[in-house]
């Protein structure tokens, strides 16, 4: 059982940006490799930027986890420095995920700053 008394278990994952993604990039996409039940809430936190809205973070689609299909891919867009993932539950009841990998595709748009 995945949950508190009826209620989801809050559950966030957050990666730490590397070194090659300090430089300003152009977002492209997001490769994930995760298996579980109910639907896993993916976004790109800006470390320095905002994104069109003046966010510092980018949420993504939904991507609905099963057992048997994956990895799966997701389009995304924006620019920043200093990009890394976060993934929640959103506090579903019930819900559980085993992520095995997630893969940025982004594109350098300047050297350095």
Not at 17 to 44: C, F
Not at 59 to 72: E, G, I, S, Y
């Amino acid at each position: 059982v995945f949950n508190d008394n009826g209620v989801g278990i809050d559950c966030v994952y957050e990666t730490a940006s590397v070194a090659d993604l300090m430089r300003p990039q152009q977002l492209g996409g997001l490769s994930v490799n995760a298996i579980g039940n109910g639907d896993l809430y993916p976004s790109v936190i800006i470390g320095e930027g905002k994104n069109p809205s003046g966010n510092n973070e980018i949420a993504l689609a939904p991507m609905p986890l099963d057992l048997v299909t994956f990895p799966k891919g997701i389009g995304a867009r924006g620019t920043g420095e200093r990009l890394r993932l976060r993934f929640t539950n959103g506090k579903q009841k019930d819900f559980w995920f085993d992520l095995k990998f997630a893969d940025f595709r982004t594109r350098v748009v300047a050297q350095s700053r």
